[in-house]
T-cell receptor, first 116, second 114 residues
Framework: EAGVAQSPRYKIIEKRQSVAFWCNPISGHATLYWYQQILGQGPKLLIQFQNNGVVDDSQLPKDRFSAERLKGVDSTLKIQPAKLEDSAVYLC??????????????FGSGTRLTVV | AQSVSQHNHHVILSEAASLELGCNYSYGGTVNLFWYVQYPGQHLQLLLKYFSGDPLVKGIKGFEAEFIKSKFSFNLRKPSVQWSDTAEYFCAVTPSGGYQKVTFGTGTKLQVIP
């Protein structure tokens, strides 16, 4: 099966600029996640979608980050305006798990964002 | 809320040495547990997972992990490592019920010396 697709792979922007990332999950996976992985740390959940609804966005800095999954398939994550501390790899993952079970994520290759 | 601790941040082993990476979690209820691996320049991949049943779980590439409920641990083991096992390893936990918020540990970098 095709994996989780993410684009772009790399992005360099100046602080205060805006940036958007795109993710296309595995076909049929209802749950989609965006994670932020700062160098030297484990992935941190930013937002979780179940179909096109938000399940958990408690760690999303909502003053600058936004995400949508309008048709319950692909998703975009936006940062506006970016700060230096947003430099990280942004990982998208999807899972076929719903309700009480999760079967493990499948991760995309990530987008490495550098804010200068 | 759940949390995960990985006490070894950086492990260096010679080829053929045995590996054990520690993972402890904190959560009051039943959990699902995972180990993920991230090879240099690649994305995270699932090594193995525990949902229920036999606490000794076997994964890909000769890895296994044992869930010890009384110790809240899920340590990863491999009897004989290879140079190709050089990677970063992440333990992760999610509550068994409800929506699956998965929490990752900070990772352990494994370097295997030929």
């Amino acid at each position: 099966e095709a994996g989780v697709a993410q684009s772009p792979r790399y992005k360099i922007i100046e602080k205060r600029q805006s940036v958007a990332f795109w993710c296309n999950p595995i076909s049929g996976h209802a749950t989609l996640y965006w994670y932020q992985q700062i160098l030297g740390q484990g992935p941190k959940l930013l937002i979780q979608f179940q179909n096109n609804g938000v399940v958990d966005d408690s760690q999303l800095p909502k003053d600058r980050f936004s995400a949508e999954r309008l048709k319950g398939v692909d998703s975009t994550l936006k940062i506006q305006p970016a700060k230096l501390e947003d430099s990280a790899v942004y990982l998208c993952a999807s899972s076929e798990g719903t309700g009480r079970k999760v079967y493990g994520y499948t991760f995309g290759s990530g987008t490495r964002l550098t804010v200068v | 809320a759940q949390s995960v601790s990985q006490h070894n941040h950086h492990v260096i082993l010679s080829e053929a040495a045995s590996l054990e990476l520690g993972c402890n979690y904190s959560y009051g209820g039943t959990v699902n547990l995972f180990w993920y691996v991230q090879y240099p320049g690649q994305h995270l991949q699932l090594l193995l997972k525990y949902f229920s049943g036999d606490p000794l779980v076997k994964g890909i590439k000769g890895f296994e992990a044992e869930f010890i409920k009384s110790k809240f641990s899920f340590n990863l083991r491999k009897p004989s490592v290879q140079w190709s096992d050089t990677a970063e390893y992440f333990c992760a936990v999610t509550p068994s019920g409800g929506y699956q918020k998965v929490t990752f540990g900070t990772g352990t970098k494994l370097q295997v010396i030929p």
